[in-house]
């Protein structure tokens, strides 16, 4: 069973996130919650895209993966052009992995597409294929599974099944609920007082 930590905040305050003192370990964790209740805010805070207005974060060496696609910003970047740029960002990035996830997740005939041209679903497999293959100590996921179509879901289900019992790894994943076919190390519910 993991045990290692490699994420913990201390009274981490940030928008909808109040005084947050939590403790990450290895495998795969969960953070859930209603609509407005700071997952996204939490995610992008343990990430250091967005600054706390007070309280502290410390992780483990090896870097924290988080990528937002959706913005429009990257409209125009091809898919590959994408996984090229975040490559050299990560220096245990697993290009074997990707190619597995990008044959999986039927993405190989998009590669030289632009993101504008693929649907919500195409779109929000790339940034979860480059998350799984970041090889990161932490990787951020940020609603996985919106869009994707059921195979898709249950390939990356299996991933995480898999990255369950990594011994200095987390994969931190923020969405409404719980899943109940995945083995999971902590679980945050931001709906619940703390």
Not at 43 to 60: E, I, M, N, W
Not at 117 to 140: D, E, F
Not at 168 to 173: G, K, M, P, Q
Request: aromatic share 6%; net charge negative; hydrophobic share 40%.
């Amino acid at each position: 069973m993991p045990t290692a930590h490699v994420l913990q905040t201390h009274n981490l305050t940030h928008g909808p996130i109040q005084n947050l003192s939590f403790i990450w370990p290895t495998g795969v964790c969960w953070i859930c919650g209603d609509e407005g209740t700071g997952k996204t805010t939490l995610l992008r805070l343990l990430a250091s895209d967005v600054q706390p207005a007070s309280g502290t974060l410390s992780a483990a060496e090896g870097g924290v993966f988080w990528v937002d696609l959706q913005s429009p910003e990257h409209d125009a970047s091809t898919v590959q052009a994408c996984w090229d740029a975040l490559r050299q960002r990560y220096p245990s990035w697993n290009d074997a992995l990707l190619d597995d996830l990008a044959e999986e997740l039927q993405m190989n005939p998009h590669r030289e597409k632009q993101l504008h041209m693929l649907s919500n679903g195409s779109r929000r497999k790339v940034g979860v294929i480059a998350a799984l293959a970041s090889g990161a100590t932490v990787t951020l996921l940020d609603q996985p599974f919106v869009a994707l179509d059921a195979v898709s879901i249950q390939t990356i289900k299996e991933f995480l099944r898999e990255a369950a019992e990594h011994p200095s790894r987390a994969w931190i994943v923020a969405d409404y609920e719980t899943p109940h076919d995945v083995q999971l190390a902590s679980v945050l519910n931001l709906d619940t007082p703390r």
